[in-house]
Protein backbone atom coordinates (compact mmCIF):
# COMPACT_ATOMS: atom_id res chain seq x y z
CA UNK A 1 0.00 0.00 0.00
CA UNK A 2 0.97 2.83 -1.10
CA UNK A 3 1.04 6.26 1.05
CA UNK A 4 0.29 9.30 -1.39
CA UNK A 5 -1.26 12.55 -1.36
CA UNK A 6 -4.67 10.85 -1.83
CA UNK A 7 -4.41 8.98 1.34
CA UNK A 8 -3.13 11.69 2.91
CA UNK A 9 -5.76 14.43 2.15
CA UNK A 10 -8.47 11.42 2.45
CA UNK A 11 -7.12 11.02 5.86
CA UNK A 12 -7.47 14.48 6.98
CA UNK A 13 -10.62 15.15 5.61
CA UNK A 14 -11.84 12.11 7.67
CA UNK A 15 -10.45 13.51 10.82
CA UNK A 16 -11.87 16.63 10.21
CA UNK A 17 -14.78 14.80 9.61
CA UNK A 18 -14.35 13.12 12.40
CA UNK A 19 -13.44 15.77 14.65
CA UNK A 20 -16.35 17.48 13.33
CA UNK A 21 -18.47 15.16 14.01
CA UNK A 22 -17.66 14.23 17.30
CA UNK A 23 -18.16 18.55 18.23
CA UNK A 24 -21.47 19.40 16.69
CA UNK A 25 -23.57 15.91 15.85
CA UNK A 26 -22.49 13.81 17.93
CA UNK A 27 -23.23 15.70 21.50
CA UNK A 28 -27.00 16.70 20.50
CA UNK A 29 -26.89 12.88 19.76
CA UNK A 30 -26.19 11.94 22.98
CA UNK A 31 -28.60 14.36 24.45
CA UNK A 32 -31.54 13.05 22.50
CA UNK A 33 -30.42 9.70 23.29
CA UNK A 34 -30.07 10.58 26.72
CA UNK A 35 -33.08 12.55 27.22
CA UNK A 36 -34.92 9.43 25.34
CA UNK A 37 -33.68 7.09 27.70
CA UNK A 38 -34.48 9.02 30.62
CA UNK A 39 -38.44 9.63 28.67
CA UNK A 40 -38.60 5.95 28.74
CA UNK A 41 -37.26 5.52 32.67
CA UNK A 42 -39.73 7.89 33.81
CA UNK A 43 -42.53 6.43 31.82
CA UNK A 44 -41.41 2.57 32.55
CA UNK A 45 -41.30 3.97 36.72
CA UNK A 46 -44.74 5.99 36.51
CA UNK A 47 -46.56 2.56 34.31
CA UNK A 48 -45.10 0.88 37.75
CA UNK A 49 -46.57 3.53 39.63
CA UNK A 50 -49.69 3.13 38.05
CA UNK A 51 -49.84 -0.39 38.43
CA UNK A 52 -49.44 -0.30 42.30
CA UNK A 53 -51.93 2.68 42.67
CA UNK A 54 -54.45 0.44 39.93
CA UNK A 55 -53.49 -2.48 42.82
CA UNK A 56 -54.06 -0.05 45.62
CA UNK A 57 -57.47 0.68 43.70
CA UNK A 58 -58.85 -2.47 43.32
CA UNK A 59 -57.55 -3.41 47.36
CA UNK A 60 -59.83 -0.40 48.17
CA UNK A 61 -62.88 -1.02 45.90
CA UNK A 62 -62.68 -4.61 47.31
CA UNK A 63 -62.70 -3.38 50.86
CA UNK A 64 -65.50 -0.51 50.44
CA UNK A 65 -67.65 -3.40 48.65
CA UNK A 66 -67.14 -5.18 51.77
CA UNK A 67 -67.75 -2.60 54.14
CA UNK A 68 -70.68 -1.50 51.63
CA UNK A 69 -72.49 -5.28 52.06
CA UNK A 70 -71.70 -5.25 55.51
CA UNK A 71 -74.09 -2.06 55.89
CA UNK A 72 -76.52 -2.87 54.04
CA UNK A 73 -76.45 -6.34 56.30
CA UNK A 74 -76.42 -4.42 59.31
CA UNK A 75 -79.45 -1.60 57.81
CA UNK A 76 -81.71 -5.05 56.75
CA UNK A 77 -80.94 -6.46 60.39
CA UNK A 78 -82.03 -3.31 61.98
CA UNK A 79 -85.21 -2.99 59.46
CA UNK A 80 -85.82 -6.51 60.10
CA UNK A 81 -85.40 -5.57 64.14
CA UNK A 82 -87.45 -2.57 63.94
CA UNK A 83 -90.56 -4.49 61.45
CA UNK A 84 -90.51 -7.29 64.38
CA UNK A 85 -90.92 -4.73 66.93
CA UNK A 86 -93.77 -2.87 65.52
CA UNK A 87 -95.66 -5.92 64.28
CA UNK A 88 -95.46 -7.62 68.30
CA UNK A 89 -96.20 -3.69 69.61
CA UNK A 90 -99.40 -4.10 66.99
CA UNK A 91 -100.00 -7.26 68.14
CA UNK A 92 -100.16 -6.01 71.72
CA UNK A 93 -102.17 -2.97 70.92
CA UNK A 94 -104.65 -5.59 69.22
CA UNK A 95 -104.64 -7.84 72.37
CA UNK A 96 -105.39 -4.48 74.44
CA UNK A 97 -108.19 -3.11 72.03
CA UNK A 98 -109.69 -6.98 71.73
CA UNK A 99 -109.96 -7.28 75.25
CA UNK A 100 -111.27 -3.90 75.72
CA UNK A 101 -114.18 -4.80 73.42
CA UNK A 102 -115.29 -7.84 75.08
CA UNK A 103 -115.09 -6.17 78.46
CA UNK A 104 -117.52 -3.66 76.71
CA UNK A 105 -119.47 -5.86 75.12
CA UNK A 106 -119.34 -8.23 78.38
CA UNK A 107 -120.62 -5.11 80.61
CA UNK A 108 -123.33 -4.63 78.04
CA UNK A 109 -124.45 -7.91 77.81
CA UNK A 110 -124.85 -7.69 81.84
CA UNK A 111 -126.50 -4.58 81.65
CA UNK A 112 -129.11 -6.05 79.28
CA UNK A 113 -128.96 -9.31 80.97
CA UNK A 114 -130.05 -7.21 84.36
CA UNK A 115 -132.42 -5.00 82.12
CA UNK A 116 -133.75 -7.99 81.04
CA UNK A 117 -134.74 -9.63 84.26
CA UNK A 118 -135.54 -6.50 85.93
CA UNK A 119 -137.92 -5.98 83.20
CA UNK A 120 -139.04 -10.06 83.52
CA UNK A 121 -139.50 -8.67 87.23
CA UNK A 122 -141.58 -6.25 87.05
CA UNK A 123 -143.73 -7.91 84.27
CA UNK A 124 -143.56 -11.04 86.81
CA UNK A 125 -145.00 -8.83 89.86
CA UNK A 126 -147.63 -7.06 87.34
CA UNK A 127 -148.95 -11.08 86.77
CA UNK A 128 -148.41 -12.01 90.30
CA UNK A 129 -150.85 -8.92 91.33
CA UNK A 130 -153.18 -9.46 89.26
CA UNK A 131 -153.21 -13.16 90.19
CA UNK A 132 -153.78 -12.06 93.47
CA UNK A 133 -156.79 -9.52 92.60
CA UNK A 134 -158.24 -12.18 90.95
CA UNK A 135 -157.81 -14.58 94.24
CA UNK A 136 -158.70 -12.13 96.44
CA UNK A 137 -161.74 -10.93 94.24
CA UNK A 138 -162.87 -15.21 94.66
CA UNK A 139 -161.59 -16.02 97.65
CA UNK A 140 -160.74 -13.91 100.86
CA UNK A 141 -157.98 -15.99 103.04
CA UNK A 142 -155.21 -13.88 104.21
CA UNK A 143 -153.01 -16.70 105.67
CA UNK A 144 -152.84 -18.70 102.12
CA UNK A 145 -152.80 -16.09 100.14
CA UNK A 146 -149.85 -14.40 102.25
CA UNK A 147 -148.18 -18.08 102.02
CA UNK A 148 -148.64 -18.06 98.34
CA UNK A 149 -147.89 -14.64 97.48
CA UNK A 150 -144.36 -15.31 99.65
CA UNK A 151 -143.56 -17.84 97.51
CA UNK A 152 -143.94 -16.26 94.54
CA UNK A 153 -141.69 -13.42 96.20
CA UNK A 154 -139.01 -16.18 96.73
CA UNK A 155 -139.23 -17.95 93.57
CA UNK A 156 -138.25 -14.55 92.17
Do not use: H
Request: with cysteine; hydrophobic share 45%; proline share 1%.
Amino acid sequence: MEINATFVGQAVAFLIFAVLCMKYVWPPLLNAIEKRQKEIADGLTAAEKAKKSLELAKEDAAETVRSAKAEAQRIIEEANKTRSQIIDKASEEAQEERKKILDLAQSEIESEKNKAREDLRSEVISLAIAGAEKIINEKIDAKSDEAMLKKIADSL
